[in-house]
DNA sequence: ATGATCTCCTGAGCGC
DNA sequence: TGCGCTCAGGAGATCA
C-alpha cells in the first residue's frame, strides 16, 4: 500500500498526534509478523514516545530511554489511532495503550509489515543498506545520473530498488516515468543525459504533489485519523490501462515486469 | 555483484 | 451462492 507520500503523512499525523504520550499497555495478536522483533514490543510499557521520523517507508518512533519503535506497513499495513473504546479490529496485531486513553493500532491484513523494537544506541540495522531518500536535497542530477550509469535494470526496476532511491513504490516510479516521458523499459544506463533533471524533477513532483494530497487511496490507505488521501484522481498511468494518455491521448498499456504490473504510454513514454 | 524470480499473507473482484 | 482464478501501494531470500 503505502510508498513514500503516505508514510510521510502517516508520520506527521502521529507526530502530531502522539509525542509526548505514554505507553501503559501493549496487546499483541499473536500473530508472526515479517521478521520479529529484536526486544520484546512489552519493553514499550512506561516508555514515552519523543518524536517519529520517517526513513524510505519506515517510520521510526524515538522513545524517551533512547530506544526506536521501527514500523513498516508492507503492502497492506495502516497505523491507527483509536480510542479506548473502538471495535476490535480482526487484523490489528499491536495494539499501544497510551496514558490518556487512547490507542495506536498497528493493523495488517496481509502481514508483510513489521514492527520491531530496536534497544537504545546505533541505528536500526535494517535502514543502513538503504539509499538516499528521494526527497533528500543531496540527491541531485549528478548523484542520479551515477546511479543510472551503474545499472543496466529496466528504468522501472531501477526506481523500485530501495538500495538506490528510497522512498518510490509501483505507483509513483510509473507515475514519475510517465511525466519524465520515459519508458519503464528503458535500461537505466540508456537515459539520455539531458533528460536526467526532469527525471529528479518528476520524481519530487510526484511525490510532493501526492504528499500535497495526503496520498494516494484505492480500497483501503487511510492515515492516522482514517482519512483517505485524495491524489487517486491525479494519476496518469497508474491503473488505467485502455485509458488515455493525458498528454497524447493513446490507449496506456499494461505490461509485467518482474511479476509486477507497469502502466505507461506507448505513444509519449520513450 | 547485479538482476530476475520466488515467497510471505489476506481480501476484493471477476467469470462461470 | 460458491468456486477458482487474478491481482494488490513491499521487500527479503535465493538463484543464475
Redesign the pocket.
Known sequence: ???LP?VETIRRGLDQNIRGARIVRVHESGA?L??GSPRPLQELVGRTVQRVDRQ??FLLLGLDDGATLLL?L???GKVLLTTHDSPER??THVRLELDDGRRLEFVD????GTVRLHPPGGHPP?LS?YGIDALDPALDAAALERMLK?????LK?FLL??TKIAGL???YALEALWRAGLSPRRI?KNTPKGRIPLLLESIRGVLMESLANKG??????VDTLGDPGTNIGFLAVF?RTGMPCPRCATPVRRIVQ????SFYCPGCQR
Open positions: 500500500m503505502p510508498e503516505e508472526r515479517r521478521g524510505a517507508k513498516h508492507g503492502m497492506s480482526v487484523h491484513p496481509r502481514r508483510f535494517e543498506h551503474g545499472s543496466r535494470a529496466p526496476s530498488d530501495q513504490g509501483n505507483i537505466a494516494t487511496s484505492f480500497n483501503d490507505y491503473q518482474t511479476g509486477r504490473s
